[in-house]
């Protein structure tokens, strides 16, 4: 994805599906509804994860002339450039998929985000290489580097060897949804169109091996409270028909076991609410923090493995734990103490005052503004 600001304009790639992306750009248009955000991308179609951003005014979509042959070669080559000076674009931001090698030598200010500095989210080895290879790259073309927290901030010092003093920590803010209230009646409703049982731990993710599910039913096998079920929101995969449920008999926990496919964006916050507690089984992707401030903004408790990025955006407001022995303990003492829950509780809605869109977006100005500011001053 790509993002950049100048005077009054910002780049975002169309074809992107990041939510980090997603997010940056509503909270840049929400709070500078003054500038105009562009959208650049190499295909000429609707992306139905960003057609809710249009309903802003002050985004736009723009695509490569008919006449170019190669639209990949304009994206990530010097058409873009070229197309970005001609809309009055001052700064080009990349996220994840690099900086189009046109801007290279240009002295155009640059802004590059990595959400995942190492590309382990990536599928298989040869297109792990590939996108270090075109994060190195960026990282040599960008002015400031940016990334989402502190361990992910050292990782590109180390890896791709870039100048701390350029590596800035930007924190994503929460969905807005979040702060949606629920109408007291709505909870029964919910509970019978989703089949919902009356005390259960949540868990929303892609159910396969690489979320650690194993280890979150066996701390739900071990809870005292033995009439706690397990829901988990997502897609049947493989992994879930032939491990996930096998494990759930073998751990005498299928009883109190409940899969749901997709819960719905507006009903999401609610369910949140409803459930005794959000797990989250790991926490070193982007997508797995996001969530840890996406349920402590719902109000819901969160108990999440314990980890350096969960505790930098979790802060007192999370259950952190090392095993499912550990993390069974400590989330029976909570549910069995109200006052250590509503104490948990409020200290998690305190500390997403952090992650709002505003700090977002006045963040991400001031770097936008910084880098443009030392380019002027640099050709002065």
């Not at 190195?136 to 002015?143: D, L, N, S």
């Not at 091996?209 to 493989?238: C, F, P, Q, W």
């Not at 095993?323 to 409020?346: F, M, Q, T, W, Y």
Request: charged fraction near 30%; include cysteine.
């Amino acid at each position: 994805m790509v993002v950049g600001y100048g005077g009054r304009k910002i780049i975002m790639e169309n074809d992107d599906t990041s939510y980090y992306g997603r997010i940056l750009i509503k909270a840049l248009a929400k709070n500078y509804p003054d500038n105009y955000y562009i959208l650049y991308s190499p295909k000429n179609e609707s992306n139905k994860r960003l057609t809710a951003l249009f309903n802003e005014d002050s985004v736009r979509v723009k695509f490569p002339r008919n006449y170019v042959h190669s639209k990949s070669r304009w994206y990530t080559g010097s058409g873009i450039v070229r197309s970005a000076k001609g809309h009055g674009v001052n700064t080009f931001h990349g996220i994840d998929d690099g900086i189009a090698s046109g801007f290279a030598g240009s002295n155009f200010p640059t802004v590059f985000t990595m959400t995942d500095p190492l590309y382990h989210c990536a599928n298989g080895w040869v297109e792990r290489m590939l996108m270090q290879r075109r994060a190195r790259k960026a990282c040599k073309i960008a002015k400031r580097v940016i990334a989402l927290n502190e361990v992910d901030r050292q990782a590109i010092i180390d890896h791709y060897h870039v100048n701390p003093d350029n590596v800035e920590v930007v924190h994503p803010c929460f969905f807005d949804g979040c702060d949606d209230s629920v109408p007291d009646n709505m909870f029964e409703i919910l509970r019978e169109k989703y089949h919902l049982p009356q005390k259960f731990i949540l868990y929303k993710g892609r159910l396969d091996k690489d979320d650690n599910l194993i280890e979150a039913m066996k701390l739900i096998h071990e809870l005292r409270n033995r009439k706690i079920s397990v829901v988990m929101i997502g897609y049947r995969t493989d992994f879930f028909d032939h491990v996930i449920k096998e494990e759930a008999h073998n751990l005498h926990i299928f009883h109190r076991f409940k899969q749901v496919d997709k819960v719905h964006q507006a009903d999401l916050t609610a369910v949140c609410k409803m459930a005794q507690a959000v797990i989250l089984p790991t926490s070193e992707r982007s997508r797995d923090l996001f969530k840890i401030i996406n349920a402590q903004r719902s109000g819901a408790l969160v108990i999440c493995k314990d980890s350096a990025k969960a505790r930098e955006f979790g802060a007192d407001g999370v259950i952190y734990y090392d095993s499912p022995h550990d993390g069974a303990e400590k989330l029976s003492d909570v549910l069995e103490d109200e006052n250590r829950r509503a104490e948990i509780l409020k200290a998690a809605y305190a500390n997403t005052e952090r992650f709002t869109a505003k700090e977002l977006a006045d963040h991400m100005i001031h770097i936008y503004r910084s880098v443009l500011t030392h380019r002027r001053l640099y050709i002065e």
